[in-house]
């Protein structure tokens, strides 16, 4: 009779097969493993060169080399997978009840039961998850948590000794500890109960008494499990990254994010970090730009922070013209806090007519949604002269009325930009008829303007004072009278001088072409109001000097022909300087 069976029949005798016989040599060769079963001894394997040894990645049976090179596509995508904690992380509560039905003898598979990694290779991009769990078990030796918080779709283990610094967790925490143990002692009376009366239980209702408890079970050692959180969230702008960086701040409250976003604010306030809140306050005051000022303003509106929405409204003041009109961010700025701004005097702008640009910008990337680069002014225009009648007498263009009754068009003198104004399909006929008919009464006039409110009617000119030149001029032309805008800095200190110039209409400031083409009035003498508004914002501290409204005839003699000097002195460059003219009538 052989020596080993290996093919046993129902009878009870074995079937010793020729090929299945086994030699002595073979036999040598066999282990019994437990349950019965036979097989070869694994045989010692010889590493092979340095270059070629492989190593175990995670719990998995994927292998990689142990130095890999950037070619190696596939062996980089079984170590993310391989150690990845997505899966694990993302598990929700219900798979955690369900390994505590199926064996409730067992402790609960955490993430601190992972195999521990010396880090990803540089081409593994790190989870939100994965960078909490790394801090969190660096911070506190890998020690075991003490609750473990469902929140959006993923688990995060946390510890008792850092919880409590968040008052959402720390509450949470400490009703679930008491409703826990209340089930805990309700539990053992009843179990008590069933043993005595010989019940044993199903899985289904102990399924159920685990769903009750809060997923932590009822077996031996419950006490010393994690307790699990459930937090939800209501607000859509709250991320796993906001997530995970501020339950990062527990453990390590120096922690700094990529970028500062409002979703951080959102979380902060939701977990109760007071630090954190009133950190992310003040970072936001300071890092205000063309990419986060619509979601600063849109948070602040919604947690009533009125500093932080004050400063993104002073920010759009300023900026609003010469950064966010060319960003396609400029579809993300809402309706009425563009209104608003247009409305405020103190809105910067070279001239009136890059008003009208930014609305027609505006207007473009609200009608077309699909666009992801910032329009030319070429295409904005071509769109609308495509329009099919007057835009704004539209249903859709009805929508943005306000915004283009907030310009100033009779502002708008040069002539390649009235016929611009006039070419495009956006106004009504009696809105151009209107503008066209002030600017020829003013020409004909001797410059008199139709004005009842200097702060709504008087026309803009701005000018950015930045670097270290020593002057700083600008001419300008308005219904036929020519001036120089000038500002000076006095001496090597950080003061400015700004004053206003009359020049005659052949003077060498002026440019060729508007010498031969705009018109020039003979008048000698000209009455003029107007105020010059210099402002700065350096690190979300907005600074502002004003001189007021003026009011001064300017002839063409040198005596007369300049303004009142206006000392600025104390502001940080760049400097953004707004020249405000009117010419009332006798």
């Keep these: 009779m052989p020596s080993a069976c290996l093919n046993p029949r129902s009878d009870g005798q074995c079937h010793a097969s020729p090929t299945r016989l086994l030699d002595a040599r073979s036999l040598s060769q066999m282990t019994l493993f437990h349950g019965g079963f036979t097989g070869p ?122 919880l409590s610094r968040s008052e959402t967790l720390a509450e949470l925490y400490t009703n679930c500890k008491k409703q826990r143990n209340i089930l805990l002692q309700s539990r053992a009376g009843s179990r008590q109960t069933a043993t005595s009366s010989g019940w044993r239980g199903s899985a289904g209702r102990w399924a159920r008494t685990l769903r009750e408890d809060g997923g932590m079970g009822t077996s031996r050692g419950s006490l010393r499990r994690p307790i699990l959180l459930q937090l939800p969230v209501h607000d859509p702008s709250i991320s796993k990254e906001a997530l995970s960086f501020a339950l990062r701040t527990l453990y390590r409250p120096a922690e700094c994010p990529e970028r500062w976003e409002g979703s951080l604010l959102s979380v902060a306030i939701m977990l109760g970090l007071s630090q954190l809140y009133q950190r992310c306050l003040n970072e936001m005051m300071v890092n205000i730009t063309s990419l986060t000022v619509c979601d600063f303003h849109r948070v602040a509106c919604k947690h009533k ?64 949604t699909t666009e992801q680069t910032p329009p030319s002014h070429s295409a904005v225009n071509s769109f609308f002269c495509r329009s099919v009648g007057v835009f704004l007498e539209q249903t859709v263009g009805q929508l943005y009325l306000p915004l283009f009754q907030a310009l100033r068009l009779h502002g708008i003198t040069e002539r390649n930009h009235v016929k611009e104004i006039e070419k495009i399909n956006v106004f009504p006929p009696s809105w151009l008829l209107l503008t066209f008919s002030n600017h020829y009464y003013s020409i004909h006039s001797g410059g008199d303007m139709h004005m009842t409110d200097f702060s709504k009617h008087s026309i803009r000119f701005g000018m950015i004072v930045e670097g270290e030149l020593q002057h700083y001029t600008r001419a300008i032309g308005l219904y036929g009278f020519y001036f120089l805008l000038k500002a000076s800095r006095v001496g090597q200190s950080d003061a400015f001088d700004f004053s206003l110039e009359r020049l005659r209409h052949w003077d060498p400031a002026l440019t060729e072409s508007c010498r031969t083409t705009q018109p020039f009035s003979v008048r000698t003498e000209r009455r003029v109001r107007y105020q010059v508004r210099v402002q700065s914002c350096a690190r979300g501290e907005r600074q502002e000097k004003c001189s007021g409204v003026v009011s001064r005839v300017f002839g063409l003699s040198k005596r007369c022909c300049r303004s009142q000097v206006f000392t600025v002195d104390g502001l940080s460059t760049p400097l953004f300087v707004t020249f405000a003219l009117a010419f009332p009538s006798p």
């Design 41 to 162: 001894c694994p045989q010692q394997v010889i590493p092979g060169p340095p270059s070629r040894q492989r190593t175990q990645t995670g719990r998995t049976n994927r292998w990689r080399l142990d130095r890999p090179f950037s070619g190696d596509l596939l062996g980089q995508a079984q170590v993310q997978r391989a150690v990845s904690l997505t899966h694990r992380t993302t598990r929700s509560a219900g798979t955690l009840r369900t390994r505590d039905v199926t064996s409730s003898r067992d402790p609960p598979f955490m993430l601190t039961d992972m195999p521990k990694t010396t880090g990803l290779s540089s081409g593994v991009h790190s989870s939100p998850e994965h960078s909490f769990y790394l801090l969190s078990q660096e911070v506190t030796q890998n020690a075991k948590p003490d609750a473990v918080l469902e929140c959006l779709g993923s688990i995060w283990e946390l510890h008792g000794q850092f």
């Design 305 to 368: 922070q009125t500093t932080l929405q004050s400063a993104c409204e002073r920010w759009l003041e300023l900026f609003l013209v010469t950064e966010l009109s060319h960003q396609i961010g400029l579809r993300d700025l809402p309706f009425d806090l563009l209104l608003k701004t247009l409305r405020c005097p103190r809105v910067f702008a070279v001239n009136e007519y890059d008003l009208l640009k930014t609305v027609l910008n505006w207007t473009y990337l609200q009608l077309n």
